[in-house]
């Protein structure tokens, strides 16, 4: 782990999430359910650039190494994050090929789940910032003290 390539790393996290951010606006102001065109070369790009970080890692630390305990989670998140827009891409032409049916309006559901597990990179800041990984930790230890006391109110 370098320095340098974390923060080239962590800044393409923070871009990636602002032109998200970006793309939600824009398609809650036309009320559209297609992306726009540049919003999914962007996403594409940055899909392209976290596989290339993801090969790097498992090039650079191995198997073996990205398997220890302390680093099998982050793996598996970011092997999630990997294949995500690939199956993204797959389920895009697959869908495509249909007609207007209800099979193709469930597919379009799908699609959809898939797109909102974009906003999944953004967990990936928790890496680099120890004090706030520290404090998501407390706030998810918290939630099932939090689930039983609404339990217990509710009941």
């Given at each position: 782990?370098h320095?340098?390539?974390?923060?080239?790393?962590?800044s393409?996290?923070?871009?990636?999430?602002l032109?998200?951010?970006?793309q939600?606006?824009?398609?809650a102001k036309?009320d559209?359910?297609?992306?726009h065109?540049?919003?999914?070369?962007?996403?594409?790009v940055f899909?392209?650039?976290?596989?290339c970080?993801w090969?790097?890692?498992l090039?650079a630390f191995g198997c073996?190494?990205l398997?220890?305990p302390?680093?099998r989670?982050w793996?598996?998140f970011?092997?999630?994050?990997?294949?995500?827009?690939?199956?993204?891409l797959?389920?895009?032409?697959y869908?495509s090929?249909?007609t207007?049916?209800a099979?193709q309006a469930?597919?379009?559901?799908?699609?959809?789940?898939?797109r909102?597990?974009?906003?999944?990179r953004?967990?990936?800041?928790?890496?680099?910032?120890?004090?706030?990984?520290?404090m998501?930790?407390?706030?998810?230890?918290?939630?099932?003290s939090l689930?039983?006391?609404m339990c217990l109110?509710?009941a």
């Open positions: 782990s320095p340098v390539f974390d923060i080239i790393m962590l393409c996290i923070f871009i990636n999430c032109v998200l951010g970006a939600v606006q824009h398609n036309d559209d359910d297609e992306p065109p540049f919003f999914l070369v962007v996403d594409y899909s392209f650039i976290f596989t970080e090969i790097t890692r090039c073996c190494h398997c220890s302390g680093a989670l793996f598996a970011d092997t999630t994050l990997v294949i995500l827009p690939i199956l993204e797959c389920l895009a032409a869908v090929g249909f207007e049916t099979s469930s597919l379009g559901k799908t699609l959809k789940l898939v909102v597990g974009k906003v999944l953004l967990m990936r800041i928790v890496r680099f910032f120890g004090e706030l990984g520290a998501v930790t407390m706030i998810a230890n918290s939630l099932r689930f039983w006391l109110l509710f």
